[in-house]
């Protein structure tokens, strides 16, 4: 797949964006950034109107371009996915390798959680039962460590998804 003038334009802005450096409510210039790219203005001129168009950037009169938002790669939110599939999947392995019990209570509670956030469509409701769920299988298994990886990556799930869909 050939890449174009206005993909390397769009990444590099995405790129500088998602490591901070041109953060919230700065203004980024397409002159700056064609300079610092060797190319001409009008492929910036394509990515920022797919930024616009996409939330990123927003055009504010006789200012310019302004960030708006944090670029999220699809990439991204792939691995953080993949990354809680696979704590799920070492913790209900720990539970079955080592013969762990859980508290019927706390399944009990975990399944109302689910079937209230699925029944009322509630978003925060549905990350709150992810949360109580990776807080009771860690217990169980008694892996703190894993434990604090897996909800800072529902943290960051929750914050893409949010950002995504309100």
């Given at each position: ?21 041109f953060v919230q409510g ?23 109107k797919k930024l616009t ?94 434990r604090d990886i897996t ?16």
């Open positions: 797949m050939t890449r174009t003038l206005t993909d390397l334009a769009y990444d590099y802005i995405a790129d500088e964006i998602m490591q901070h450096r700065s203004f980024i210039n397409e002159s700056d950034i064609a300079k610092h790219l060797n190319i001409s203005r009008t492929p910036v001129r394509g990515a920022f168009k996409e939330g990123i950037l927003e055009y504010v009169p006789n200012k310019g371009k302004r960030v708006t938002g944090q670029v999220v790669r699809h990439e991204s939110l792939v691995e953080l996915l993949q990354f809680f599939d696979f704590s799920l999947s070492y913790f209900f392995n720990s539970l079955s390798t080592f013969f762990v019990d859980i508290d019927k209570e706390d399944l009990d509670n975990l399944a109302s959680q689910f079937d209230y956030a699925h029944a009322s469509h509630d978003f925060s409701a549905l990350n709150e039962a992810l949360i109580t769920l990776v807080t009771v299988l860690s217990q169980a298994v008694g892996n703190s460590y894993i909800l800072n990556s529902l943290a960051e799930i929750y914050q893409i998804l949010k950002q995504k869909f309100d």
